[in-house]
């Protein structure tokens, strides 16, 4: 995924409201920037780091800005929530992942029970719901979700397993928006209950599928599937 804007350098000052962050440019000039990420943002969250953001045209918008990364030991990490699903639906769209690749109809937030998926996929020998979450926490060598607990993260695994139930694959993409680490786990000190439906819903038969990304003030791109404990 290439940006299609050029992105504006600036050095962060503070996150706050959960939604918002202060942020100075290279000329200067102190702007506010929408921050897609509601999580804590732990590991990923340094005050006077540098930042890139995406310049918004959109006079609904009360913030010119949305911040896309920010470098956390001289490289670039993903803070934008939004990107991971557009990433997945692409990839699984073109076949660049290999796990999700052949499929004839790939569409985007459809219903299944009582959630609604990220991406469905189908061709004459399957059904697949897939389920996207972001990535961005790190502790030693380790990629760690979810960053605060999430009783809708709990609800998608359920529903997934559902799906395995009734036959159709089920798969849980975690896209994982940092370079500096080299297996995935649930964050089980965050939120143990996540972390027991997760392995709940591997022993049922749902995929587990962690996919790094590399990022750059360029593009965000797919580069390898991590091993996983649970």
């Given at each position: 995924?290439?940006?299609?804007?050029?992105?504006?350098?600036?050095?962060?000052?503070?996150?706050?409201?959960?939604?918002?962050?202060?942020?100075?440019?290279?000329?200067?000039?102190?702007?506010?920037?929408?921050?897609?990420?509601?999580g804590?943002?732990?590991?990923?969250?340094?005050?006077?780091?540098?930042v890139?953001?995406?310049?918004?045209?959109?006079?609904?918008?009360?913030?010119?800005?949305?911040?896309?990364?920010?470098k956390?030991?001289?490289?670039w990490?993903?803070i934008?929530?939004?990107?991971?699903?557009?990433?997945a639906?692409?990839?699984?769209?073109?076949?660049?992942?290999?796990?999700?690749?052949?499929?004839t109809?790939?569409?985007?937030?459809?219903?299944?029970?009582?959630?609604?998926?990220?991406i469905?996929?189908?061709?004459?020998?399957e059904?697949?719901?897939?389920e996207?979450?972001?990535?961005?926490?790190k502790?030693?060598k380790?990629?760690?979700?979810?960053?605060?607990?999430?009783t809708?993260?709990?609800k998608?695994?359920?529903?997934?397993m559902?799906?395995?139930?009734?036959?159709?694959?089920?798969?849980m993409?975690?896209?994982?928006?940092?370079?500096?680490?080299?297996?995935?786990?649930?964050?089980?000190?965050?939120?143990?209950?996540?972390a027991?439906t997760?392995?709940e819903?591997?022993?049922?038969?749902?995929?587990?599928?962690?996919?790094?990304v590399?990022?750059?003030p360029q593009?965000?791109?797919?580069?390898?599937?991590?091993?996983f404990?649970l």
């Amino acid at each position: 995924m290439r940006f299609e804007n050029q992105l504006v350098h600036g050095t962060l000052i503070r996150r706050y409201k959960r939604f918002l962050a202060d942020v100075k440019l290279d000329n200067g000039t102190e702007v506010i920037a929408h921050c897609t990420n509601s999580g804590s943002m732990k590991s990923c969250l340094e005050e006077g780091a540098e930042v890139y953001l995406t310049p918004v045209d959109d006079p609904k918008r009360k913030t010119r800005f949305t911040w896309e990364m920010i470098k956390i030991n001289n490289d670039w990490v993903g803070i934008n929530t939004s990107v991971p699903n557009k990433l997945a639906f692409d990839a699984v769209s073109s076949g660049i992942i290999p796990e999700l690749s052949g499929y004839t109809l790939v569409k985007r937030e459809v219903q299944f029970g009582d959630s609604r998926f990220d991406i469905y996929a189908e061709n004459a020998q399957e059904k697949c719901f897939v389920e996207v979450k972001n990535v961005s926490m790190k502790a030693g060598k380790y990629a760690l979700f979810p960053d605060a607990v999430t009783t809708r993260g709990r609800k998608h695994l359920k529903t997934l397993m559902q799906v395995k139930a009734e036959g159709m694959r089920a798969v849980m993409l975690y896209v994982i928006q940092r370079s500096d680490v080299n297996i995935f786990a649930p964050a089980k000190e965050i939120d143990p209950g996540y972390a027991e439906t997760l392995k709940e819903a591997f022993d049922a038969g749902v995929e587990i599928l962690p996919m790094q990304v590399k990022v750059t003030p360029q593009s965000i791109d797919f580069t390898r599937k991590l091993p996983f404990e649970l």
